[in-house]
């Protein structure tokens, strides 16, 4: 019943911008601390950065400056900008939700980004 549904990944060249976006659905999404992740071929999966429920934002070392994390509560999405992209960014990112009350998590399927020339 609980969706988490990636789009907007690609293949860009160093230097490009893409933006991921994540549509929630089964959950009152306004109580959902939300977060971007992501796994490189041979890599554990690590956080990208995060947004809580009240606007609070966190980043990577990796990627600050560069990526933005943004929420639509009304529309229910999640969304990560990302610019100036390096091949290192190279990745499947994952969307994840995690409720603030019962800490219960949910994962989206992911959306490849390749970042090469």
């Known amino acids: 019943q609980v969706q988490l549904v990636e789009s907007g990944g690609g293949l860009v060249q160093p230097g490009g911008s893409l933006r991921l976006s994540c549509a929630a659905s089964g959950i009152i999404f306004s109580i959902y601390n939300m977060g971007w992740y992501r796994q490189a071929p041979g890599k554990q999966r690590d956080l990208v950065a995060r947004i809580t429920r009240s606007g609070n934002t966190d980043y990577a070392d990796s990627v600050k400056g560069r990526f933005t994390i943004s929420r639509d509560n009304l529309q229910g999405t999640v969304y990560l900008q990302m610019n100036t992209l390096k091949p290192e960014d190279t990745a499947v990112y994952y969307c994840?939700?995690?409720?603030?009350?019962?800490?219960?998590?949910?994962w989206g399927q992911g959306t490849q980004v390749t970042v090469s020339s």
């Open positions: 994840n939700a995690r409720n603030t009350i019962s800490m219960r998590e949910y």
